[in-house]
């Protein structure tokens, strides 16, 4: 089992000491929306829960932009964790709101704001 450490973001921010783990394995697909990146996973109770990214920018094109880029970013991870020959093995941190940024490339043009409002998973 691949497990993916999850640090919760809320407005914009890190939330302190606030991480979730999820089995890489579990997550079942993914779909982008104007200003989200949503992937559904399998809980350990059975149930069907996301993990969204929700992203902001200068404007609609940038937004989209940014959430497709979460979820590229998020995807190479669930490749590196989970796929088939997997590069990644134990506990893979998807990182804080600063590293997701850089990693997955988020811009907000003109604007001083952070790109990633949040990071949330939903668990049982």
């Known amino acids: 089992m691949n ?9 914009s921010a890190d939330t302190v000491n606030t991480a979730s783990y999820v089995n890489g394995a579990k997550f079942t697909g993914g779909v982008v929306a104007a200003t989200t990146a ?35 970013y998020f995807g190479l991870t669930l490749q590196q964790v989970a796929g088939t020959g997997a590069l990644h093995k134990g506990v893979f941190d998807l990182g804080n709101q600063a590293a997701i940024t850089a990693a997955a490339g988020l811009t907000f043009t003109g604007a001083t704001t952070e790109p990633l409002v949040s990071v949330v998973l939903t668990v049982d």
């Open 3 to 11: 497990m993916i450490k999850i640090k919760k973001i809320t407005s």
């Open 38 to 72: 949503t992937f559904d996973y399998t809980s350990a109770a059975g149930a069907v829960k996301d993990l969204v990214f929700t992203v902001d920018g200068a404007d609609t094109a940038e937004k989209l932009l940014n959430a497709q880029r979460c979820a590229d």
